[in-house]
């Protein structure tokens, strides 16, 4: 809708502060999941399997739990990467480079102002004004980078920002937005294994088979199959959004802002986009790390400096 001349667009991000509220809360909720997935797969069903003294029994309990552990690991080393890893803030006293300062000037927009709100009168003495490239957050009071955005719940412009996940406690930025890649995909591949391993015990539950166990034991299978299977569709379409936003370089903030255009001034090539999240070093891709060497050389691991399109303009969104 239109306000005082001035084009004002329903954010979803600015509900975002809501969820300051959950705090840790998610980090221990994540670990009961787990803990409930462990005692199901591992202390009630194929545990127990490894001394059935059946050997067919033997070596697929021994394949389950070995991916089970294997997956579980990676999950949490993941998942903590990006609990503790900082996102990305702008440095003390930056400022943009000279060639930033001297570009060519666009037209003031509304994301720019310091007051959300303008008058009409406001709003028509600044429409025939023009800044430089670099913009300037009007919560932090100091220029940002490009792609740098102001996290609402955090309190601080983050580099290369997605969103803040409440899941993660902390924001996805360009530091860890790799890592939170990994924690979806090892998720995934942890809880699709936990739901097919527990597939037989849930059916038979309506088949009225013979199923060992305790009443405990036997609820809490079917509890993690459950929970599971729900992680895995949900995560699933995660999971495909993020593959999509990665192979055109966009965040999911900027495909939110950014114009309805097939073109993107930071979309260099899938193999070029994807590099720029998970590096160049292949031993590394399907890990919560980066190579020394790719810290060294490529800036944009660090959010402040994105190769571009010179034939597009600066600022699609």
Request: with cysteine; glycine share 6%.
């Amino acid at each position: 809708m239109r306000r005082s001349g001035v084009i004002m667009a329903w954010n979803v991000f600015r509900f975002c502060t809501a969820l300051r509220g959950l705090g840790s809360i998610m980090i221990f909720l994540v670990l009961a999941v787990v803990g409930v997935s462990y005692y199901a797969v591992v202390v009630s069903n194929y545990g127990p399997l490894l001394f059935s003294g059946e050997l067919g029994n033997f070596f697929i309990a021994s394949a389950v739990l070995i991916l089970f552990h294997g997956l579980l690991v990676m999950l949490l080393w993941s998942y903590f990467s990006v609990v503790i890893t900082d996102p990305g803030s702008v440095p003390p006293n930056w400022r943009p480079s000279a060639d930033e300062e001297a570009g060519v000037a666009l037209p003031l927009t509304s994301s720019d102002f310091s007051n959300p709100i303008l008058t009409v009168q406001q709003s028509e003495a600044l429409s025939d004004q023009t800044i430089p490239r670099s913009r300037y957050c009007r919560k932090c009071n100091y220029p940002k980078p490009a792609r740098c955005h102001h996290c609402s719940v955090c309190g601080r412009c983050i580099l290369k920002m997605d969103h803040h996940c409440v899941w993660v406690v902390n924001c996805v930025g360009a530091l860890n937005y790799k890592y939170f890649l990994l924690f979806l995909f090892y998720t995934f591949l942890e809880t699709s294994l936990v739901s097919l391993s527990l597939l037989p015990n849930f059916i038979a539950f309506f088949n009225d088979g013979e199923i060992p166990g305790t009443p405990g034991t036997l609820a809490t299978t079917f509890l993690a199959f459950v929970l599971d299977l729900a992680f895995a569709l949900s995560v699933m379409g995660f999971l495909i959004m993020h593959i999509s936003l990665v192979a055109s370089n966009t965040t999911t903030i900027e495909a939110y802002e950014k114009k309805a255009s097939p073109k993107w001034r930071y979309d260099l090539g899938r193999k070029r986009n994807f590099e720029q999240v998970f590096g160049t070093d292949k031993k590394y891709w399907l890990i919560p790390s980066y190579s020394e060497e790719d810290i060294r050389r490529m800036p944009v691991l660090q959010g402040l400096e994105y190769p571009s399109k010179p034939d597009l303009d600066p600022q699609e969104f």
